[in-house]
């Protein structure tokens, strides 16, 4: 049976069935119709039904369409419109009107996605979600979980870990708050070590820190190896491949060779074309114009995760924070929430700064994918 549209409403023609294919399988619903369609009719709205109930509305329904004929040319775009629980809707649409044939057989191939098929939010990026915010992921295929996906900044599909915006969450907390996570993940927050844990042992993640300072200037630090060791092995730090906010690797030498600069009269070209990483600050003079982004991260990495009640060192106290402290400064990202204020209780992530080495943050984040 044909159907058509009138007026400014789009014209559709849902052609005779011919047949109808459906596969359960324990990470998708997929099936194969086909259905003649008439040259006359560029657009297409199709509705599929699922033969089998499925328990609720896919995330995602992967759909393609040819010709069943393989020597016909392949002249169709397909989108998906719509779906919900007991069918989805695709609009084909033809891209070449002058083919010369009246009728046509189309199969469309397709791939149901149910939500515990989620796994990170680099999945949800992958499935067209680009818009930041809460999402429900399965790590394990079977529990619901809640994170904060970034979608729409650098390249999508971060998971979002740790953030530090504000007085409102304390970040002096015991061990068992540091593992099992605490906060607002839509503010402060911490995820927790059990949870980077799962989502960073198949040793295959980069990790990405936003830092904002005192005088708003932006730090960004990458990290192409991202780990965490298990508890038993009180979640130790495995971090490499640093590179500045340029993009340019700097995992080369010791720590303290890694953000030398030049000398003075450095232009601000030379500054942020630095093979070594300088990033350039405008609010100062001299030689002090061209610094470094610090890879901070550096000293804790090999380090084991210390809080006050579970520590190796003095440092969860003098510092009031859990972290992979090897020296009580330096990275710290969940220190006390004092922006602009001075001192070694306090970050150390550039070599020039015009408040001081030490200083309080206005904000930091730590993405994941």
């Known amino acids: ?35 003649w369609c008439e040259s006359t009719k ?15 509305v896919p995330i995602y329904v992967d759909a393609t369409v040819k010709p069943s004929d393989s020597s016909l040319p392949h002249q169709f775009n397909l989108t998906v ?47 067209g979600y680009r818009r930041n915010g809460l999402y429900n992921i399965y790590l394990d295929g079977r529990t619901k979980w809640e994170v904060y996906c970034d979608l729409e900044n650098h390249g999508g599909g ?9 007085n ?7 061990w068992l708050d540091y593992k099992t996570g605490f906060g607002n993940k839509l503010a402060s927050f911490w995820i927790g070590l059990e949870n980077i844990r799962a989502l960073t042992k198949n040793g295959d993640n980069e990790l990405r820190i936003d830092i904002t300072t005192c005088d708003n200037t932006k730090i960004v630090a990458e990290y192409s190896n991202f780990m965490v060791g298990p508890e038993s092995d009180r979640y130790r730090l495995n971090i490499t491949g640093y590179q500045h906010q340029q993009g340019k690797l700097c995992d080369y030498g010791s720590p303290s060779g890694r953000w030398q600069c030049g000398s003075t009269g450095v232009s601000r070209t030379t500054c942020e074309n630095n093979v070594q990483g300088c990033c350039f600050d405008s609010a100062a003079s001299g030689k002090n114009r061209c610094f470094h982004t610090k890879d901070a991260m550096a000293w ?3 380090s084991e995760f210390s809080t006050k009640d579970k520590r190796t060192n003095t440092c969860p106290n003098t510092m009031k924070a859990g972290w992979w402290f090897r020296y009580c400064t330096y990275s710290n990202l969940n220190g ?13 992530w550039r070599n020039v700064s015009p408040v001081g080495l030490h200083e309080g943050l206005r ?3 730590m993405k994941i994918r």
Request: glycine share 6%; charged share 25%; with cysteine.
């Open 1 to 35: 049976m044909y159907l058509a549209l009138k007026g400014s409403q789009l014209r559709f023609v849902i052609g005779l069935l011919i047949s109808f294919q459906h596969v359960v399988t324990a990470d998708y619903s997929s099936g194969a119709s086909e259905f």
């Open 168 to 174: 409102r969450t304390d970040f002096d907390r015991n």
């Open 81 to 127: 419109k719509r779906v919900e629980k007991y069918s989805f809707l695709v609009e084909i649409l033809r891209t070449d009107l002058d083919s010369g044939w009246e009728n046509i057989l189309l199969k469309i191939n397709w791939k149901a996605y149910p939500p515990k098929e989620i796994k990170t939010c680099r999945q949800l990026y992958d499935f």
């Open 158 to 166: 971060w998971t979002v870990i740790q953030r530090n915006m504000d």
């Open 336 to 348: 006390n929430y004092d922006p602009c204020k001075v001192g070694f209780n306090y970050a150390y």
């Open 42 to 56: 560029p657009t297409r709205l199709v509705n599929i039904v699922y033969l089998k109930c499925l328990n609720e």
């Open 300 to 302: 804790g990495n090999g």
């Open 363 to 365: 904000f930091t984040e």
